[in-house]
């Protein structure tokens, strides 16, 4: 089974910094089947990228995926107020369909 | 608008059995393959299973193979999930969630979420 290491655990960033999120497979993830999902305090996941690179529908140009193969990363080019969550990767190419642990984004 | 709306959560005892339910609307839902998805209170997300649009392939975590059973009926446009010999550790929020792409398979992300339903497994 593929396992994702998120890190860092947690992110201390203020309103307009830029946070960057690394997601670490085990195995190679195929054909970058890669997500990332944002999920506030009570609230369902809300997909972000899909495929390491591909903005899902709605979700602002300030999210960006990168990375294949086993290293991949969110990036967030300026933080806005109602970015301040935990955001978690999930690899869809083989099955289980892992999650990572998470990262949370707080506010500085 | 597309929703999806579980329900069937509650409290149960260890060796017990629920039935989770997951109606879909808004989409066509037999185009779409589905999964579920849960959440330990204050911990993190945990695949836990999938299935086709028709029905026919069926996918589990190990720590719930041969305890649940994910299964569909596309005529009432609803995902279930039963699950058997329920352990404290099947405690969590329970998501069902469907799968992105139309007539696609379950090596997809999930881009629509339902609330969620509680499933407490305590004596």
């Known amino acids: 089974d593929i396992v994702l290491t998120q890190s860092p655990g947690t992110l201390s960033l203020s309103p307009g910094e830029r946070a960057t999120l690394s997601c670490r497979a085990s195995?190679?993830?195929?054909?970058?089947?890669l997500a990332w999902y944002q999920q506030k305090r009570g609230r369902s996941p809300r997909l972000l990228i899909y495929?390491?690179?591909n903005r899902a529908t709605g979700i602002p140009d300030r999210f960006s995926g990168s990375g294949s193969g086993t290293d991949f990363t969110l990036t967030i080019s300026r933080l806005e107020p109602e970015d301040f969550a935990v955001y978690y990767c999930?690899?869809?190419?083989?099955?289980?369909?892992?999650f990572g642990q998470g990262t949370k984004v707080e506010i500085k | 608008e597309v929703q999806l709306l579980e329900s069937g959560g509650g409290l149960v005892q260890p060796g017990g059995s629920l039935r989770l339910s997951c109606e879909a609307s808004?989409?066509?839902?037999?185009?779409?393959?589905m999964n579920w998805v849960r959440q330990a209170p204050g911990k993190g997300l945990e695949w836990v299973s999938g299935?086709?649009?028709?029905?026919?392939?069926?996918y589990y975590v190990d720590s719930v193979k041969g305890r649940f059973t994910i299964s569909r009926d596309n005529s009432k446009n609803t995902l279930f999930l039963e699950m058997n010999s329920l352990r404290a550790e099947d405690t969590a929020l329970y998501y069902c969630?469907?799968?992105?792409?139309?007539?696609?398979?379950?090596?997809?992300?999930?881009?629509?979420w339902g609330q969620g339903t509680m499933v407490t497994v305590s004596s």
């Open positions: 969630a469907k799968y992105m792409i139309l007539f696609g398979g379950v090596y997809d992300a999930s881009d629509i």
């Open positions: 999930q690899q869809y190419g083989s099955s289980p369909w892992a």
């Open positions: 808004g989409f066509s839902f037999s185009d779409y393959a």
């Open positions: 495929g390491a690179s």
């Open positions: 299935i086709s649009g028709s029905g026919g392939t069926t």
């Open positions: 195995q190679s993830v195929s054909s970058s089947f």
